[in-house]
């Protein structure tokens, strides 16, 4: 398993763990509140591909390819050990072209970001 794979499953599992994170996949419609079901595909240099759900507020890292990903991100694996360990953001990284969001939404990532982030500052 890569590093950043790894880096991931940890603050996922922190991230399942904390109501204030989980509160992030929860948007307000019409004075209805809607879970967000997203999924990341990550091609990551030196990696195996691996991917992302986001379901019921909850996250799970899974192997291999989901070819119907909302998301599909390319690049370097250290940026995201980089991201979980709290030393940069995808916004970053994005602007630095250490990844690549070649399917979806930039903002999906950033709102991803904030979960992350919530979960490092809660240590």
């Not at 922190?14 to 209805?32: D, H």
């Not at 195996?48 to 379901?55: A, G, S």
């Amino acid at each position: 398993m890569g590093q950043a794979k790894e880096n991931l499953m940890k603050i996922i599992e922190k991230m399942n763990e904390n109501l204030k994170a989980q509160s992030v996949f929860v948007t307000n419609i019409a004075g209805k509140d809607v879970n967000w079901e997203m999924s990341f595909q990550f091609n990551l240099d030196n990696d195996e591909p691996f991917y992302l759900e986001i379901k019921s507020q909850k996250s799970k890292v899974l192997d291999g390819t989901k070819s119907e990903a909302f998301i599909v991100m390319s690049g370097k694996s250290d940026a995201i050990v980089r991201i979980c360990e709290g030393k940069g953001d995808f916004t970053h990284a994005i602007s630095r072209e250490e990844i690549l969001v070649e399917k979806g939404s930039v903002m999906d990532v950033i709102r991803f970001t904030r979960a992350i982030t919530i979960v490092l500052k809660s240590k």
